[in-house]
């Protein structure tokens, strides 16, 4: 019998670490919209008041590094959203993205489940395949080829061993997210195309374009996130599931950017192609979690451009470096006394 996917979450509690980033200031008000209890545990390296004030929500400042029993406490559900969030930024801070992105996980997913979680989301990336020119399945053996992925895919092996019938683990691979949040990440790109376009009235694309690419708006992304927690555990438990709402090539990006956005400002908006082709193309197929958790992307590409479009118009500056996510960790590193987030309990802790 199919399962309610619309049902509320009704009393479950929701630990959601690194909730206050790009996709977590988006699934944290969906999660409170369904009905959850949520507490974020976060750095707060994009800043404090990016969360809505909200009587089922509270946060604390702490580093997913550091965390004990103590913090997992009360809760059914573990979403684990903390990490160095790609693949520049990982090459930057190799040893950091391994602490965070894969023992750090681990490790709190062993205190979660020592503490009574009964779930544990990890919120991992299609990155895990390498360049495939096959049409990609879960059951594509994972070919991780930069340090971002292979913290991922490690953390993914790992943290299913863990799954046992009291402590059920899920692994999202999302594709490339894109769309507002109230984290914004410019470094995404439909959302560096769409700010590009606005801005300098012109879009690079690398090579002839021809390189395909798996996309979700961030808030399908969410969505995904809430139908595998909200799923019966016997369906998701060790699963691992695609999350892509289309696979299209950078070129097809940059044209419907190009298109909308010249319409938007009536004036041309140009296509530039740069450099050598771009040989790593890869598609990936999302057909799992559509026919086991009945999840349906619901946001189109062009929807994402024009909220986009919507926001630049009112104000939105994506050329800010907190909204590029290594030109922000270099920052905090290199003037880490500007920047209160960058102490924690009177230290200096690094990204
Ligand atoms: N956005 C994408 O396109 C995408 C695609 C695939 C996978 N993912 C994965 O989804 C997750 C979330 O991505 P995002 O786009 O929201 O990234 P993000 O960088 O916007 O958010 C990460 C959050 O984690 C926090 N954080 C970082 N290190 C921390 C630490 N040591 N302790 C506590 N908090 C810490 C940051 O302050 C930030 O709020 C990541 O695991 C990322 O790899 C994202």
């Known amino acids: 019998m199919p399962y309610d996917n619309a049902a509320p979450l009704l009393k479950q509690r929701v630990l959601v670490l690194g909730g206050a980033g790009y996709i977590g200031s988006t699934l ?6 369904n009905g959850a209890r ?5 750095r707060f390296f994009f800043g404090e008041n990016i969360l809505p004030a909200h009587p089922r929500l509270t946060h604390a400042r702490n580093d997913s590094r550091l965390l004990t029993t103590a913090e997992m406490q009360g809760f059914d559900t573990l979403i684990d959203l903390a990490a160095i969030s790609n693949d520049p930024a990982a090459d930057r801070f190799s040893e950091l993205t391994r602490a965070i992105n894969y023992t750090a996980r681990v490790r709190n997913a062993e205190l979660a489940k020592a503490a009574g979680i009964q779930r544990y989301l990890l919120s991992s990336s299609c990155s895990v395949y390498g360049f495939n020119p096959l049409p990609i399945t879960e059951l594509t053996p994972v070919n991780p080829l930069t340090t971002y992925a292979r ?3 490690e953390a993914e092996y790992d943290l299913m061993q863990l799954s046992t019938r009291h402590f059920h683990v899920t692994a999202l691979r999302l594709g490339t997210v894109f769309g507002h949040s109230p984290r914004m990440r410019a470094d995404l790109v439909v959302n560096a195309m769409t700010w590009s376009a606005c801005r300098h009235r012109q879009v690079s694309v690398s090579g002839s374009g021809q390189q395909s690419r798996p996309l979700v708006h961030v808030r399908d992304a969410a969505a995904a996130a809430i139908a595998a927690i ?25 044209a419907q950017v190009c298109r909308h956005v010249s319409q938007a400002l009536g004036e041309p908006v140009k296509e530039n192609f740069e450099g050598q082709n771009d040989a790593r193309s890869y598609r990936v197929s999302s057909d799992l979690i559509t026919s086991t958790l009945q999840w349906h992307p619901r946001h189109s590409i062009e929807q994402g451009i024009n909220e986009l479009l919507d ?12 909204h590029h996510t290594l030109r922000w960790y270099e920052e905090l590193h290199r003037n880490p006394h500007h920047h209160p987030q960058v102490r924690l309990n009177g230290k200096m802790l690094h990204v």
Do not use: C
């Open 151 to 153: 913290a991922n895919a």
């Open 230 to 254: 909200q799923a019966p555990a016997v369906l998701v438990s060790g699963g691992i599931y695609n999350v892509a709402a289309e696979n299209i090539t950078i070129g097809e990006v940059a």
């Open 28 to 33: 944290v008000p969906m999660l409170l919209d």
């Open 311 to 322: 926001r630049i118009s009112a104000g939105l500056d994506l050329e800010q470096p907190r």
């Open 38 to 42: 949520v507490h974020v545990i976060d």
